[in-house]
Protein backbone atom coordinates (compact mmCIF):
# COMPACT_ATOMS: atom_id res chain seq x y z
CA UNK A 1 0.00 0.00 0.00
CA UNK A 2 0.97 3.51 -1.05
CA UNK A 3 2.28 5.87 1.93
CA UNK A 4 2.23 9.29 1.85
CA UNK A 5 4.72 11.96 1.48
CA UNK A 6 4.13 13.57 5.56
CA UNK A 7 4.28 9.16 6.14
CA UNK A 8 7.61 9.12 4.46
CA UNK A 9 9.42 11.61 6.04
CA UNK A 10 8.03 11.44 9.60
CA UNK A 11 10.36 9.12 11.20
CA UNK A 12 13.61 10.41 8.95
CA UNK A 13 16.65 11.69 10.31
CA UNK A 14 17.69 16.03 9.60
CA UNK A 15 20.09 14.99 7.32
CA UNK A 16 17.60 12.32 5.24
CA UNK A 17 14.98 14.89 4.96
CA UNK A 18 18.01 17.38 3.67
CA UNK A 19 18.30 14.81 1.21
CA UNK A 20 14.75 14.78 0.04
CA UNK A 21 14.73 18.45 0.02
CA UNK A 22 17.87 18.48 -2.16
CA UNK A 23 16.30 15.88 -4.61
CA UNK A 24 12.81 17.89 -5.15
CA UNK A 25 15.01 20.96 -5.67
CA UNK A 26 17.37 19.26 -8.46
CA UNK A 27 14.41 17.27 -10.41
CA UNK A 28 12.26 20.42 -10.41
CA UNK A 29 14.35 22.19 -12.22
CA UNK A 30 15.61 19.26 -14.26
CA UNK A 31 11.95 18.88 -15.41
CA UNK A 32 10.88 22.51 -15.65
CA UNK A 33 14.08 23.36 -17.68
CA UNK A 34 15.88 20.66 -17.98
CA UNK A 35 18.80 21.90 -16.14
CA UNK A 36 21.22 19.88 -14.37
CA UNK A 37 22.76 22.99 -12.76
CA UNK A 38 21.98 21.54 -9.26
CA UNK A 39 23.43 18.16 -9.96
CA UNK A 40 27.23 17.68 -8.64
CA UNK A 41 30.05 17.18 -11.63
CA UNK A 42 30.08 13.46 -11.67
CA UNK A 43 26.30 12.81 -10.36
CA UNK A 44 23.86 11.62 -13.14
CA UNK A 45 20.50 12.30 -12.94
CA UNK A 46 18.27 9.02 -13.09
CA UNK A 47 16.54 8.27 -15.90
CA UNK A 48 12.51 8.79 -15.59
CA UNK A 49 11.86 5.07 -15.63
CA UNK A 50 14.16 4.28 -12.34
CA UNK A 51 12.13 7.18 -10.85
CA UNK A 52 9.50 5.32 -11.56
CA UNK A 53 9.89 2.12 -10.43
CA UNK A 54 12.33 3.33 -7.49
CA UNK A 55 10.60 3.14 -4.19
CA UNK A 56 11.73 6.23 -2.71
CA UNK A 57 11.50 8.83 -6.00
CA UNK A 58 7.72 7.23 -6.56
CA UNK A 59 6.73 9.26 -3.26
CA UNK A 60 9.18 11.85 -3.86
CA UNK A 61 8.20 12.25 -7.96
CA UNK A 62 4.84 13.75 -7.56
CA UNK A 63 6.16 16.52 -5.38
CA UNK A 64 8.29 17.59 -7.94
CA UNK A 65 5.45 17.38 -10.20
CA UNK A 66 3.41 19.42 -7.77
CA UNK A 67 5.88 21.94 -7.70
CA UNK A 68 6.77 22.28 -11.53
CA UNK A 69 2.24 22.63 -11.69
CA UNK A 70 2.12 25.47 -8.85
CA UNK A 71 5.80 27.24 -10.61
CA UNK A 72 3.63 27.47 -14.22
CA UNK A 73 0.55 28.96 -12.26
CA UNK A 74 1.80 31.27 -10.48
CA UNK A 75 2.06 34.23 -13.09
CA UNK A 76 -1.45 33.47 -14.35
CA UNK A 77 -2.58 34.10 -11.06
CA UNK A 78 -3.70 37.80 -11.03
CA UNK A 79 -7.31 38.17 -9.05
CA UNK A 80 -6.81 34.93 -7.53
CA UNK A 81 -4.13 36.43 -5.73
CA UNK A 82 -6.11 38.67 -4.02
CA UNK A 83 -8.48 36.43 -2.55
CA UNK A 84 -8.24 35.14 0.83
CA UNK A 85 -7.24 31.29 1.23
CA UNK A 86 -9.43 29.45 3.78
CA UNK A 87 -8.44 25.41 4.69
CA UNK A 88 -11.91 23.21 4.87
CA UNK A 89 -10.61 19.82 6.98
CA UNK A 90 -14.12 18.24 6.85
CA UNK A 91 -17.10 18.23 4.59
CA UNK A 92 -17.81 20.35 1.06
CA UNK A 93 -19.31 23.48 1.93
CA UNK A 94 -18.96 26.24 4.11
CA UNK A 95 -20.97 29.39 5.10
CA UNK A 96 -19.52 32.57 5.78
CA UNK A 97 -21.95 34.67 7.50
CA UNK A 98 -22.35 38.55 6.57
CA UNK A 99 -20.96 40.36 9.41
CA UNK A 100 -22.02 44.19 9.69
CA UNK A 101 -19.29 46.81 11.41
CA UNK A 102 -18.67 47.57 15.12
CA UNK A 103 -19.23 51.05 15.76
CA UNK A 104 -17.06 53.13 17.94
CA UNK A 105 -18.57 56.07 20.31
CA UNK A 106 -16.96 59.00 21.43
CA UNK A 107 -16.99 58.97 25.90
CA UNK A 108 -16.75 61.83 27.81
CA UNK A 109 -15.34 61.20 31.47
CA UNK A 110 -16.77 59.30 34.16
CA UNK A 111 -19.65 58.00 31.02
CA UNK A 112 -20.82 54.47 30.92
CA UNK A 113 -19.24 52.53 27.57
CA UNK A 114 -21.70 51.74 25.02
CA UNK A 115 -22.11 48.44 24.28
CA UNK A 116 -22.59 47.14 20.41
CA UNK A 117 -22.76 43.98 19.07
CA UNK A 118 -21.91 42.47 15.83
CA UNK A 119 -25.04 42.29 13.30
CA UNK A 120 -24.32 38.44 12.14
CA UNK A 121 -26.75 37.25 9.23
CA UNK A 122 -26.58 33.38 9.16
CA UNK A 123 -29.63 32.92 5.87
CA UNK A 124 -29.99 35.79 3.72
CA UNK A 125 -27.45 37.35 3.65
CA UNK A 126 -24.66 35.03 3.93
CA UNK A 127 -22.45 33.63 1.65
CA UNK A 128 -22.27 29.69 1.17
CA UNK A 129 -19.23 28.44 -0.57
CA UNK A 130 -19.43 24.80 -2.27
CA UNK A 131 -15.69 22.86 -3.10
CA UNK A 132 -15.71 21.00 -5.94
CA UNK A 133 -13.44 19.10 -7.87
CA UNK A 134 -11.22 20.49 -10.87
CA UNK A 135 -9.13 18.74 -12.80
CA UNK A 136 -6.91 17.69 -16.00
CA UNK A 137 -6.03 13.94 -17.37
CA UNK A 138 -2.44 14.38 -19.60
CA UNK A 139 -1.17 11.11 -21.44
CA UNK A 140 2.44 9.97 -21.17
CA UNK A 141 3.48 7.84 -23.92
CA UNK A 142 5.91 4.97 -23.11
CA UNK A 143 8.52 6.27 -25.18
CA UNK A 144 8.95 9.64 -23.49
CA UNK A 145 9.47 7.48 -20.05
CA UNK A 146 12.21 4.80 -21.96
CA UNK A 147 14.01 7.82 -23.91
CA UNK A 148 14.16 9.93 -19.95
CA UNK A 149 12.65 12.61 -21.87
CA UNK A 150 12.34 15.05 -18.27
CA UNK A 151 12.26 18.31 -19.73
CA UNK A 152 9.63 17.15 -22.17
CA UNK A 153 7.07 15.85 -19.31
CA UNK A 154 7.75 18.66 -17.42
CA UNK A 155 6.32 20.88 -20.48
CA UNK A 156 3.00 18.30 -19.86
CA UNK A 157 3.41 19.14 -16.45
CA UNK A 158 3.56 22.74 -17.04
CA UNK A 159 0.74 23.23 -19.77
CA UNK A 160 -1.43 21.14 -17.23
CA UNK A 161 -0.57 24.14 -14.48
CA UNK A 162 -1.11 26.61 -16.33
CA UNK A 163 -4.79 24.80 -17.31
CA UNK A 164 -5.18 25.00 -13.94
CA UNK A 165 -4.75 28.29 -12.60
CA UNK A 166 -6.53 29.53 -15.71
CA UNK A 167 -9.79 28.12 -14.70
CA UNK A 168 -9.56 29.40 -11.32
CA UNK A 169 -9.03 32.66 -12.93
CA UNK A 170 -12.02 32.38 -15.30
CA UNK A 171 -13.76 30.94 -12.41
CA UNK A 172 -13.09 33.51 -9.98
CA UNK A 173 -13.64 36.58 -12.35
CA UNK A 174 -17.65 34.77 -12.92
CA UNK A 175 -17.99 34.84 -9.52
CA UNK A 176 -17.08 38.34 -9.39
CA UNK A 177 -19.84 38.99 -12.12
CA UNK A 178 -22.54 36.92 -10.24
CA UNK A 179 -22.29 38.15 -6.94
CA UNK A 180 -20.39 41.66 -7.03
CA UNK A 181 -22.34 44.85 -6.69
CA UNK A 182 -23.67 45.44 -10.47
CA UNK A 183 -23.68 49.68 -10.59
CA UNK A 184 -24.53 48.88 -14.73
CA UNK A 185 -25.79 46.12 -16.65
CA UNK A 186 -26.94 47.33 -20.40
CA UNK A 187 -29.46 43.88 -20.69
CA UNK A 188 -31.14 45.29 -18.27
CA UNK A 189 -31.69 48.39 -19.64
CA UNK A 190 -34.82 47.93 -22.00
CA UNK A 191 -36.33 47.02 -19.00
CA UNK A 192 -34.65 49.34 -16.29
CA UNK A 193 -33.26 52.52 -18.21
CA UNK A 194 -31.37 53.51 -14.91
CA UNK A 195 -29.09 50.09 -15.46
CA UNK A 196 -27.48 51.24 -18.78
CA UNK A 197 -24.49 53.20 -19.32
CA UNK A 198 -24.45 56.68 -20.45
CA UNK A 199 -22.55 56.48 -23.83
CA UNK A 200 -23.89 57.40 -26.60
CA UNK A 201 -23.43 56.88 -30.55
CA UNK A 202 -22.69 60.26 -33.20
CA UNK A 203 -26.87 60.69 -32.97
CA UNK A 204 -26.74 61.19 -29.49
CA UNK A 205 -28.38 58.10 -29.20
CA UNK A 206 -27.19 55.44 -25.74
CA UNK A 207 -25.16 53.24 -27.03
CA UNK A 208 -24.15 50.76 -24.51
CA UNK A 209 -20.67 52.35 -24.60
CA UNK A 210 -18.45 53.69 -21.45
CA UNK A 211 -18.77 57.39 -20.89
CA UNK A 212 -16.37 58.93 -18.38
CA UNK A 213 -18.93 59.59 -15.84
CA UNK A 214 -19.89 56.01 -15.94
CA UNK A 215 -16.59 54.97 -14.72
CA UNK A 216 -16.53 57.77 -11.85
CA UNK A 217 -20.37 56.43 -11.15
CA UNK A 218 -18.89 53.13 -10.72
CA UNK A 219 -16.12 54.56 -8.51
CA UNK A 220 -18.93 56.31 -6.34
CA UNK A 221 -20.61 53.19 -5.79
CA UNK A 222 -17.81 51.56 -4.28
CA UNK A 223 -17.39 54.49 -1.61
CA UNK A 224 -20.97 54.04 -0.82
CA UNK A 225 -20.65 50.90 0.16
CA UNK A 226 -17.89 52.20 2.51
CA UNK A 227 -15.16 50.41 0.90
CA UNK A 228 -12.03 52.12 -0.19
CA UNK A 229 -11.34 51.95 -4.36
CA UNK A 230 -7.78 50.15 -5.09
CA UNK A 231 -8.25 48.46 -8.32
CA UNK A 232 -9.71 48.52 -11.83
CA UNK A 233 -9.93 45.03 -13.95
CA UNK A 234 -10.37 45.02 -17.18
CA UNK A 235 -9.63 43.16 -20.11
CA UNK A 236 -6.90 43.68 -22.60
CA UNK A 237 -8.68 43.89 -25.69
CA UNK A 238 -10.97 46.57 -24.04
CA UNK A 239 -8.04 48.70 -23.85
CA UNK A 240 -9.75 50.60 -27.38
CA UNK A 241 -12.88 51.60 -25.13
CA UNK A 242 -10.04 54.27 -23.22
CA UNK A 243 -8.18 55.38 -25.88
CA UNK A 244 -11.50 56.02 -28.20
CA UNK A 245 -13.89 57.19 -25.38
CA UNK A 246 -10.83 59.46 -24.01
CA UNK A 247 -10.33 57.63 -20.88
CA UNK A 248 -6.54 57.52 -22.14
CA UNK A 249 -6.65 61.22 -21.71
CA UNK A 250 -7.99 61.07 -17.81
CA UNK A 251 -5.30 58.36 -17.61
CA UNK A 252 -2.70 59.36 -19.22
CA UNK A 253 -0.68 55.99 -19.50
CA UNK A 254 1.00 54.22 -22.56
CA UNK A 255 -0.98 51.41 -24.21
CA UNK A 256 -1.40 48.18 -21.94
CA UNK A 257 1.57 45.86 -22.02
CA UNK A 258 4.04 48.79 -20.92
CA UNK A 259 3.75 48.10 -17.33
CA UNK A 260 2.71 44.97 -15.30
CA UNK A 261 0.22 47.62 -13.38
CA UNK A 262 -0.68 50.72 -14.45
CA UNK A 263 -0.80 53.40 -11.63
CA UNK A 264 -3.92 56.03 -12.11
CA UNK A 265 -2.87 58.43 -10.03
CA UNK A 266 -5.11 61.61 -8.37
CA UNK A 267 -3.86 63.89 -10.94
CA UNK A 268 -4.67 62.00 -13.79
CA UNK A 269 -8.79 63.04 -14.12
CA UNK A 270 -8.10 66.38 -12.92
CA UNK A 271 -8.91 65.80 -9.28
CA UNK A 272 -12.21 63.99 -10.14
CA UNK A 273 -10.70 60.94 -8.15
CA UNK A 274 -9.15 62.02 -4.86
CA UNK A 275 -6.93 58.75 -4.72
CA UNK A 276 -4.79 56.40 -6.75
CA UNK A 277 -6.00 53.35 -8.71
CA UNK A 278 -4.13 50.56 -9.77
CA UNK A 279 -5.52 49.56 -13.71
CA UNK A 280 -4.94 45.98 -13.90
CA UNK A 281 -5.52 43.43 -16.76
CA UNK A 282 -6.31 40.07 -17.74
CA UNK A 283 -7.82 38.42 -20.46
CA UNK A 284 -9.87 35.78 -18.13
CA UNK A 285 -12.48 38.56 -17.71
CA UNK A 286 -15.64 37.75 -19.31
CA UNK A 287 -15.52 39.01 -23.05
CA UNK A 288 -17.81 38.71 -25.50
CA UNK A 289 -16.22 38.06 -28.95
CA UNK A 290 -19.37 38.16 -31.13
CA UNK A 291 -21.64 40.69 -29.51
CA UNK A 292 -18.42 42.62 -28.34
CA UNK A 293 -19.59 43.36 -25.14
CA UNK A 294 -17.31 43.11 -21.84
CA UNK A 295 -17.35 43.00 -17.90
CA UNK A 296 -15.53 45.33 -15.87
CA UNK A 297 -14.81 45.91 -11.95
CA UNK A 298 -13.88 48.67 -9.49
CA UNK A 299 -12.36 46.78 -6.12
CA UNK A 300 -11.51 47.11 -2.83
CA UNK A 301 -8.26 44.19 -2.86
CA UNK A 302 -8.57 43.80 0.77
CA UNK A 303 -12.16 42.34 0.87
CA UNK A 304 -12.73 41.06 -2.13
CA UNK A 305 -13.53 36.98 -1.34
CA UNK A 306 -12.18 33.95 -0.37
CA UNK A 307 -11.14 30.35 -1.92
CA UNK A 308 -12.04 27.57 0.19
CA UNK A 309 -9.67 25.43 -0.23
CA UNK A 310 -9.94 21.49 0.15
CA UNK A 311 -7.09 20.07 -1.47
CA UNK A 312 -4.40 22.13 -3.32
CA UNK A 313 -2.81 20.77 -6.24
CA UNK A 314 -1.94 17.40 -6.55
CA UNK A 315 -1.20 14.63 -9.01
CA UNK A 316 -1.43 10.87 -8.97
CA UNK A 317 -0.50 8.71 -12.04
CA UNK A 318 -1.89 5.06 -13.39
CA UNK A 319 -1.02 3.44 -16.62
CA UNK A 320 -3.09 1.69 -19.85
CA UNK A 321 -0.89 -1.04 -20.85
CA UNK A 322 -3.36 -1.57 -23.75
CA UNK A 323 -1.83 1.39 -25.27
CA UNK A 324 1.29 1.97 -23.37
CA UNK A 325 0.63 5.53 -21.87
CA UNK A 326 0.82 7.00 -18.39
CA UNK A 327 -1.67 8.85 -17.20
CA UNK A 328 -0.91 11.95 -15.15
CA UNK A 329 -3.98 13.18 -13.05
CA UNK A 330 -3.32 17.07 -12.00
CA UNK A 331 -6.56 18.10 -9.99
CA UNK A 332 -7.35 20.71 -7.13
CA UNK A 333 -10.33 21.29 -4.27
CA UNK A 334 -11.64 24.26 -4.00
CA UNK A 335 -14.64 26.88 -3.86
CA UNK A 336 -14.73 30.20 -4.71
CA UNK A 337 -16.69 33.21 -2.43
CA UNK A 338 -17.36 36.70 -2.66
CA UNK A 339 -17.62 38.18 1.16
CA UNK A 340 -20.25 41.07 2.43
CA UNK A 341 -22.99 40.11 -0.59
CA UNK A 342 -19.95 41.91 -3.13
CA UNK A 343 -19.86 45.31 -1.71
CA UNK A 344 -16.46 45.50 -2.33
CA UNK A 345 -16.73 44.81 -5.78
CA UNK A 346 -18.36 47.17 -7.86
CA UNK A 347 -19.56 45.56 -11.40
CA UNK A 348 -20.31 47.18 -14.57
CA UNK A 349 -21.39 44.41 -16.66
CA UNK A 350 -22.41 44.14 -20.71
CA UNK A 351 -20.28 47.55 -21.81
CA UNK A 352 -20.44 48.02 -25.81
CA UNK A 353 -16.71 47.68 -26.98
CA UNK A 354 -17.29 50.65 -29.86
CA UNK A 355 -16.97 55.00 -29.62
CA UNK A 356 -18.49 56.83 -27.33
CA UNK A 357 -19.60 60.61 -27.92
CA UNK A 358 -20.10 63.93 -26.17
CA UNK A 359 -23.66 64.64 -25.08
CA UNK A 360 -24.95 66.52 -27.82
CA UNK A 361 -24.95 70.10 -27.18
CA UNK A 362 -28.18 72.03 -26.54
CA UNK A 363 -29.04 74.92 -28.63
CA UNK A 364 -31.90 77.31 -27.62
CA UNK A 365 -32.80 79.77 -30.82
CA UNK A 366 -34.26 82.38 -29.51
CA UNK A 367 -36.43 84.96 -31.94
CA UNK A 368 -35.64 88.52 -30.91
CA UNK A 369 -38.85 89.54 -32.33
CA UNK A 370 -40.78 87.85 -29.97
CA UNK A 371 -39.27 89.80 -27.27
CA UNK A 372 -39.85 92.74 -28.77
CA UNK A 373 -43.96 91.86 -29.38
CA UNK A 374 -43.68 90.85 -26.15
CA UNK A 375 -44.49 87.78 -26.66
Known sequence: MAISFREYIKNKSKQERKEIVEFIEKYTLLMSTGSTAKFGLVEQPMTVKEALTS?????????????????????????????KTVKLEQGSRIIFPAIGALRAYEIGETQEYPTDTLDIMLKEKATEVDVTKKGVLVPISEELVN????????????????????????????????????????????????????????????????????LFDIIVALMANEYTP????????????????????????????????????????????????????????????????????????????????????????????????????????????????????????NIALDVTYEKPMLVRTINESDYASGN
Do not use: C
Open 55 to 83: RDAQILLPKVMEGVLEQSAEPIYLVSKLF
Open 147 to 214: DSQWDVIGMHIQAAGRALARLKEELTFKAMSKHGHVVFDNKLRRKYPEAGTTGRNEHGEFNDTLAIED
Open 230 to 349: TDILIHPLTWSVFVKNGLISVFDKPALGSEDNIKIDKNAANGRIPFALNLMVSPFIPFDQVNRTFDMYVIDRHNVGVIVEKEGMTTEDFTDPYRDIRNLKFKERYGIGILDQGKAVATAK
